[in-house]
Protein backbone atom coordinates (compact mmCIF):
# COMPACT_ATOMS: atom_id res chain seq x y z
CA UNK A 1 0.00 0.00 0.00
CA UNK A 2 0.48 3.43 0.09
CA UNK A 3 2.74 5.68 3.06
CA UNK A 4 2.96 8.87 4.09
CA UNK A 5 5.03 10.41 7.15
CA UNK A 6 4.45 13.34 7.99
CA UNK A 7 7.52 15.71 9.60
CA UNK A 8 8.27 19.48 9.80
CA UNK A 9 5.54 20.01 12.68
CA UNK A 10 6.12 22.57 15.40
CA UNK A 11 5.79 25.55 17.65
CA UNK A 12 5.93 29.20 15.79
CA UNK A 13 4.74 32.36 16.91
CA UNK A 14 1.94 35.01 15.56
CA UNK A 15 2.90 35.87 11.60
CA UNK A 16 5.43 33.24 11.46
CA UNK A 17 6.24 30.74 9.07
CA UNK A 18 6.37 26.27 8.97
CA UNK A 19 6.98 24.24 6.26
CA UNK A 20 5.51 20.61 6.21
CA UNK A 21 6.63 17.70 4.44
CA UNK A 22 5.00 14.59 3.42
CA UNK A 23 7.06 11.70 2.25
CA UNK A 24 4.92 9.07 0.47
CA UNK A 25 6.50 5.47 -0.51
CA UNK A 26 4.73 2.86 -2.11
CA UNK A 27 2.79 2.77 -5.86
CA UNK A 28 2.14 6.53 -5.54
CA UNK A 29 1.74 7.20 -9.06
CA UNK A 30 -1.98 5.32 -8.56
CA UNK A 31 -2.72 8.49 -6.78
CA UNK A 32 -4.80 10.86 -8.02
CA UNK A 33 -4.94 13.57 -5.26
CA UNK A 34 -2.95 14.49 -2.57
CA UNK A 35 -3.91 16.55 0.37
CA UNK A 36 -3.41 17.98 3.50
CA UNK A 37 -6.11 17.76 6.25
CA UNK A 38 -5.85 19.47 10.11
CA UNK A 39 -7.92 18.41 13.40
CA UNK A 40 -7.33 20.63 16.47
CA UNK A 41 -9.03 19.31 19.78
CA UNK A 42 -12.64 18.74 19.84
CA UNK A 43 -13.58 19.41 15.89
CA UNK A 44 -13.86 17.53 12.95
CA UNK A 45 -10.67 16.74 10.68
CA UNK A 46 -11.21 19.57 7.63
CA UNK A 47 -9.43 19.98 4.45
CA UNK A 48 -6.82 22.72 4.42
CA UNK A 49 -5.53 22.29 0.77
CA UNK A 50 -5.58 19.33 -1.74
CA UNK A 51 -3.42 18.80 -5.10
CA UNK A 52 -4.70 16.78 -8.52
CA UNK A 53 -1.84 15.23 -9.96
CA UNK A 54 -3.74 14.62 -13.27
CA UNK A 55 -3.64 18.45 -14.16
CA UNK A 56 -2.02 20.30 -11.26
CA UNK A 57 -4.78 22.13 -10.24
CA UNK A 58 -5.18 22.88 -5.96
CA UNK A 59 -7.80 23.83 -3.75
CA UNK A 60 -7.74 25.93 -0.50
CA UNK A 61 -9.93 26.03 2.25
CA UNK A 62 -11.06 29.96 2.60
CA UNK A 63 -9.63 29.92 5.93
CA UNK A 64 -5.78 29.36 4.82
CA UNK A 65 -6.05 30.61 1.08
CA UNK A 66 -3.69 33.37 0.19
CA UNK A 67 -1.49 32.31 3.34
CA UNK A 68 -0.77 28.32 2.57
CA UNK A 69 1.07 26.95 -0.57
CA UNK A 70 0.61 23.40 -1.38
CA UNK A 71 3.27 21.46 -3.76
CA UNK A 72 4.46 18.66 -4.52
CA UNK A 73 7.99 17.08 -5.58
CA UNK A 74 7.96 14.18 -8.21
CA UNK A 75 11.27 13.33 -7.97
CA UNK A 76 11.17 13.22 -3.94
CA UNK A 77 7.82 11.91 -3.89
CA UNK A 78 7.27 14.37 -1.23
CA UNK A 79 3.63 16.67 -0.64
CA UNK A 80 4.55 19.98 0.77
CA UNK A 81 2.48 22.50 2.90
CA UNK A 82 3.97 25.92 3.13
CA UNK A 83 2.48 27.80 5.96
CA UNK A 84 2.52 31.78 6.26
CA UNK A 85 1.31 34.56 8.21
CA UNK A 86 0.17 31.52 10.68
CA UNK A 87 -2.63 32.89 13.13
CA UNK A 88 -3.65 30.87 16.86
CA UNK A 89 -6.75 29.55 15.30
CA UNK A 90 -4.28 27.24 12.56
CA UNK A 91 -3.07 25.32 15.98
CA UNK A 92 -3.98 21.36 14.97
CA UNK A 93 -2.74 17.83 14.16
CA UNK A 94 -1.92 18.20 10.59
CA UNK A 95 -2.73 14.95 8.55
CA UNK A 96 -1.38 14.28 4.66
CA UNK A 97 -3.70 12.00 2.78
CA UNK A 98 -3.79 10.44 -0.63
CA UNK A 99 -7.08 9.12 -2.78
CA UNK A 100 -6.93 6.68 -5.50
CA UNK A 101 -10.38 7.38 -6.99
CA UNK A 102 -10.38 10.04 -10.06
CA UNK A 103 -13.82 10.98 -8.57
CA UNK A 104 -11.82 13.13 -6.07
CA UNK A 105 -10.96 15.69 -8.47
CA UNK A 106 -14.03 17.23 -8.41
CA UNK A 107 -13.84 17.47 -4.41
CA UNK A 108 -10.37 17.85 -3.53
CA UNK A 109 -11.06 19.16 0.04
CA UNK A 110 -13.31 16.48 0.80
CA UNK A 111 -11.99 14.12 3.89
CA UNK A 112 -14.26 10.70 2.67
CA UNK A 113 -12.81 10.87 -0.53
CA UNK A 114 -8.86 10.09 0.88
CA UNK A 115 -8.29 6.44 1.79
CA UNK A 116 -4.42 6.65 2.95
CA UNK A 117 -3.63 8.82 5.60
CA UNK A 118 -0.41 9.64 7.82
CA UNK A 119 0.48 10.10 11.53
CA UNK A 120 0.16 13.80 11.73
CA UNK A 121 2.56 16.26 12.75
CA UNK A 122 1.60 18.91 15.30
CA UNK A 123 1.50 22.77 14.51
CA UNK A 124 0.93 24.89 17.35
CA UNK A 125 0.94 28.74 16.72
CA UNK A 126 1.40 31.15 20.42
CA UNK A 127 -0.02 34.33 20.49
Known amino acids: GVYLAESGGGSVQTGGSLRLSCAAS????????MAWFRQAPGREREGVAALYNGDGRSWYADSVNGRFTISKDNAKNTLYLQMNSVKPEDTAMYYCAAAGRRSCRYVLGQLSEYSHWGQGTQVTVSS
Open 26 to 33: GPTRSMDC
